[in-house]
């Protein structure tokens, strides 16, 4: 069982920076795909960014395309920490930010369904 937990969220105005993180319960002996997900109101659960960990080392990173140059996604995997660092923040960027992980794949899955576990979320507002 594996129990994911982020924190980081928060109100911000458009163009700051906000740094979320999302600590895990269990380490991956082998590989596993980390995933940033986000759910602004009304809205399906769309994929923001991702990558593998295998045998601790970070592999195959992939973000959305209106993230992209924007987000950052990069981990820890001593400490079990992934964390999403997100830079010039826009008020399209509100949402609540989910992190997930994939034990069945070495490349992130941009597929909600593909991902066995996931955090109870982060809320972040950014006012224009």
């Known amino acids: 069982q594996v129990q994911l937990a982020e924190s980081g969220g928060g109100l911000v105005q458009a163009g700051d920076s906000l740094r979320l993180s999302c600590a895990s319960s269990g380490r991956f002996v082998t590989r596993a795909v980390m995933g940033w997900f986000r759910q602004a109101p009304g809205k399906e659960r769309e994929f923001v960014a991702g990558?593998?960990?295998?045998?601790?080392?970070?592999?195959?990173?992939d973000y959305a395309d209106s993230v992209k140059g924007r987000f950052t996604i990069s981990g820890d995997y001593a400490k079990n920490i992934v964390y999403l660092q997100m830079n010039s923040l826009k008020p399209e960027d509100t949402a609540v930010y989910y992190c997930?992980?994939?034990?069945?794949?070495?490349?992130?899955?941009?597929?909600?369904?593909?991902?066995?576990?996931w955090g109870q979320g982060t809320q972040v507002t950014v006012s224009s």
């Open positions: 997930a992980v994939d034990i069945d794949r070495t490349f992130p899955s941009r597929a909600r369904s593909d991902y066995n576990y």
């Open positions: 990558f593998a960990w295998i045998s601790g080392r970070t592999y195959n990173a």
